[in-house]
């Protein structure tokens, strides 16, 4: 299981980025994805998560509105679309797995990618 998260970058404030979690060694039909994000000195925490079994897509308080997740099962790719960004917004972006259902905690994620830097400033 194998993930790699790409797409980060630096952006002006009210800017757009798309993240792509790359997945391999499984297919997407009984994981779920989620998207994380780490602030110096803090825990990561949870921005969206897709279970691709469900069918059902989550978003923290935050991103509601303004990121999408969205996958593409034929390049087994998770993205996270991420408008309206704010200075705030400025972490390193994560995406991990677990079977099935998406986890409430970071702690229920079993594969995580490696991180990308995402910069919100003018």
């Known amino acids: 299981v194998q993930l790699q998260a790409s797409g980060g970058g630096l952006v002006q404030p009210g800017g757009s980025l798309r993240l792509s979690c790359a997945v391999s060694?499984?297919?997407?039909?009984?994981?779920?994805i989620g998207w994380f994000r780490q602030f110096p000195g803090k825990e990561r925490e949870g921005i969206s998560c897709?279970?691709?079994?469900?069918?059902?897509?989550y978003y923290e308080e935050s991103a509601k509105g303004r990121f999408t997740i969205f996958k593409d099962n034929a390049k087994n790719t998770v993205y996270l679309q991420m408008n309206s960004l704010k200075p705030e917004d400025t972490a390193v972006y994560y995406c991990a797995t677990r079977r099935y259902l998406c986890g409430v905690s970071h702690y229920e994620y079993d594969s995580w990618g490696q991180g990308t830097q995402v910069t919100v400033s003018s």
């Open positions: 060694g499984f297919t997407l039909d009984y994981y779920a």
């Open positions: 897709v279970s691709v079994s469900e069918g059902s897509q």
